[in-house]
């Protein structure tokens, strides 16, 4: 069965510090790969998303993340962190053989300190 | 580009009443749509897949007859959650895909549901 596991259900990072919120997939096609990030109350934002090619991804608000299919991870990391990227991450798998359904992770809540 | 507008942001209705919510893609066509349903402090379950001009096909252990997805244009698809109970008080998101097949999800601000 599909699912995608994200360890960390809370991390505290220091402003300015560096990021790292980890992604694991289990599934058996190949993926699609997103991450997604969400204000309390809101809907949810795309951050970056990988299909193909160049495995290092940029996206929105200067994060990046790195495919791995040795390790089935999709990490998400900044950085420098900013008090305004204090939300909820998820990450999300589809594949095209599963009809292009997407399957979230629990979710990890970024806590900015300053 | 690629914005889904989620209509209304916040409802309170009574048990025994239903529910209209809208999801639109305001700017692309989007021949499918999904809605997710949030619980506090977990991820998005996927409920259903709206289709344009046909049946919703809906996750196992959701309820068609309780929540009621019409998708009638490109541009529209409407949950409607009947005879809401509290227990269907909830967050509920809706997505659109982007115009190809691969595109990423888009998706609306989503709806507090309060059933009192």
């Known amino acids: 069965a599909q699912s995608v596991t994200q360890p960390d259900i809370h991390i505290t990072v220091s402003e300015g510090a560096s990021l790292e919120l980890r992604c694991n997939y289990s599934?058996?096609?190949?993926?699609?790969l997103f991450w997604y990030v969400q204000s309390p109350g809101q809907g949810l934002q795309l951050l970056l998303k990988y299909f193909s090619g160049d495995t290092l991804v940029q996206g929105i608000k200067g994060f990046e993340a790195e495919f791995k299919r040795s390790q089935s991870s999709f990490n998400l990391r900044k950085p420098s962190v900013h008090w305004s990227d204090a939300a909820e991450y998820f990450c999300a798998v589809g594949a095209r053989e599963y009809g292009n359904k997407l399957v979230f992770g629990a979710g990890t809540i970024l806590r900015v300190k300053s | 580009g690629a914005v889904v507008s989620q209509h209304p942001s916040r409802v309170i209705c009574k048990s025994g009443t239903s529910v209209k919510i809208e999801c639109r893609s305001l700017?692309?066509?989007?021949?499918?749509m999904f809605w997710y349903r949030q619980f506090p402090k977990q991820s998005l379950m996927l409920m259903a897949t709206?289709?344009?001009?046909?049946?919703?096909?809906?996750e196992q252990g959701v309820e068609k007859d309780k929540f009621l997805i019409n998708h009638a244009s490109l541009t529209l698809s409407t949950l409607t959650v009947t005879s809401a109970h509290p227990e269907d008080s909830s967050f509920y998101i809706c997505?659109?895909?982007?115009?190809?097949?691969?595109?990423?999800?888009?998706f609306g601000n989503g709806t507090r549901l309060t059933v009192t």
């Open positions: 709206s289709n344009e001009g046909s049946k919703a096909t809906y």
């Open positions: 997505s659109a895909r982007g115009p190809s097949g691969t595109s990423p999800l888009h």
């Open positions: 599934y058996g096609a190949t993926p699609y």
């Open positions: 700017d692309f066509q989007a021949t499918t």
